[in-house]
């Protein structure tokens, strides 16, 4: 997942196409007479998202947000077209590794020379029937042009790589979302402060008062920008990343069936397998640190929230209170710089954490593949096992093509976890707004 859908300023063909949805789809939620009963209307499902809650785990829980967003107006287009876009943009780099490897293969084997020499004493190469004469044999032309269009397949399936993830950030629907997110939020909040307000609830004592409406004001906008920026950023753009993986695997075994005619059963075996394996070594590690990374991820997102907030709310303090003494500016500075420095330990925390797990599948992913190349070339090394150099160079090659595709999916994971975590303070606000205010916990002591 690219970071440049945090600094896109527009959606050109995913906002053309919701522009047009509003009227009918979208505009119901900006009415001030019936806002309430739209929040209910496209909260749906109730607790939100799709019925999930923390409790639920972190698979189910993204799982439904995913699901919530994807049945939202402004998804149901784009939504299906940037799917497609990311299974081929999975399918693409095994079908480039697998024409390198394949062009390896078939230079390595059309330049064998013969042990006996020709008529006039230099020795003869010996042409390769396998490689060019099954497949590009038909065609009239000398291997130096065989060779340029293995090469121009190469380049053709580059440039599509490229222009399928710049299609695919473009369609996208990410600031969209966002936005719609936001929209309703800020009606929620406004609803729960105001019943707050109204029904003098304390902000302070947590047994008389929902969650939600204790937000500060500067509470509710870091919620506002961060936490919806960081929910829908890592969970919602997560799932396109994630579909890449299962069908890069499923595009490694129909590579391994294809190529078998070329390389041998036993060397696609062994790509298949190593590739397999690394994944599945990235997604035990992502297991084994889950406890931790959710855990410091919850606390990174509390504190956020916290230090954030307390500059805005210290600003509004000395605004409305006229209180301009260096003693309190300076009293100030020291409570904010104390929760920022929390809020940096619990950051550097996760991001060590995170770090350690991406090291861990790393190198498992290194060993995977070593272990794989020295299977290789032990058979290459075997008199009968009939294994050549030039397979050998090619499957080396096709073996290490996927290397750090294992470390990719765990740092994606590392980023569904944090977005979940994020998730569960706007799942807060809309499941506060969905139950009814309980006259016995009216107090007097509001602030």
């Known amino acids: 997942m690219s970071n440049y859908h945090q600094f896109r300023g527009t959606e050109r063909s995913a906002f053309s196409r919701w522009s ?44 439904g947000f995913c699901r919530f967003v994807w049945q939202l107006p402004i998804s149901k287009f784009d939504a299906p077209y940037s799917m497609l876009l990311n299974i081929i943009g999975g399918v693409l780099p095994v079908v480039f590794s697998s024409l390198m490897s394949f062009t390896i293969l078939a230079v390595q084997q059309t330049s064998r020379v013969d042990d006996t020499a020709g ?88 047994k008389t008062k929902r969650a939600a409406a204790r937000l500060t004001p500067s509470s509710c906008s870091q919620t506002l920008d961060v936490m919806v920026h960081e929910t829908v950023f890592n969970l919602w753009g997560g799932l396109f990343t994630l579909v890449q993986f299962p069908t890069s695997m499923l595009a490694s075994l129909v590579s391994g069936y294809v190529m078998g005619d070329f390389f041998g059963i036993e060397i696609v075996s062994i790509y298949v397998c190593s590739h397999l394996v690394a994944l599945l070594s990235a997604a035990l590690t992502g297991v084994f640190y889950l406890c931790p990374l959710l855990e410091l991820s919850i606390l990174k997102t509390q504190w956020n ?19 301009d003494t260096p003693e309190e500016r300076q009293a100030f500075s020291e409570a904010y710089g104390q929760a920022a420095f929390v809020y940096q330990k619990r950051a550097f925390q996760l991001f060590f954490m995170q770090l350690t797990m991406q090291d861990v599948v790393r190198a498992l992913d290194g060993l995977v593949r070593l272990i794989a190349l020295f299977i290789l070339g032990s058979l290459a090394m075997d008199p009968g096992a009939q294994v050549s150099a030039g397979v050998f160079a090619a499957g080396a090659s096709l073996i290490f093509s996927g290397f750090g595709e294992a470390e990719r999916l765990a740092g994606t994971m590392s980023s569904i976890l944090y977005g979940t975590a994020a998730l569960v303070c706007l799942s807060d606000v809309f499941n506060e707004g969905a139950r009814p205010m309980k006259k016995a916990a009216l107090v007097t002591d509001v602030i």
């Not at 190469?125 to 099954?134: E, N, Q």
């Not at 929230?305 to 209180?323: D, E, F, K, N, P």
């Open 20 to 63: 047009a949805f509003v009227p009918s789809h979208v505009n119901a939620y900006f009415q001030e007479d019936a806002h309430q009963k739209e929040i209910s209307d496209w909260r749906g499902e109730t607790p939100w998202p799709c019925g999930t809650t923390a409790a639920d785990g972190v698979t189910r829980l993204w799982l």
């Open 119 to 206: 008529d006039n004493g230099t020795p003869s190469r010996r042409p390769d029937p396998t490689v060019w004469g099954s497949t590009l044999g038909g065609i009239g032309i000398s291997n130096n042009a065989k060779l340029a269009l293995l090469l121009c397949s190469m380049a053709g399936v580059a440039a599509l790589r490229v222009r399928l993830d710049w299609e695919y950030q473009e369609n996208l629907p990410m600031n969209n979302v966002k936005a719609n997110i936001r929209t309703v939020l800020q009606r929620q909040l406004l609803k729960l402060n105001a019943e707050a307000n109204q029904r003098k609830f304390s902000r302070e004592d947590t």
């Open 305 to 323: 929230v916290r230090y954030g907030s307390l500059a805005g709310a210290q600003i509004a303090h000395i605004q409305t209170r006229r209180c």
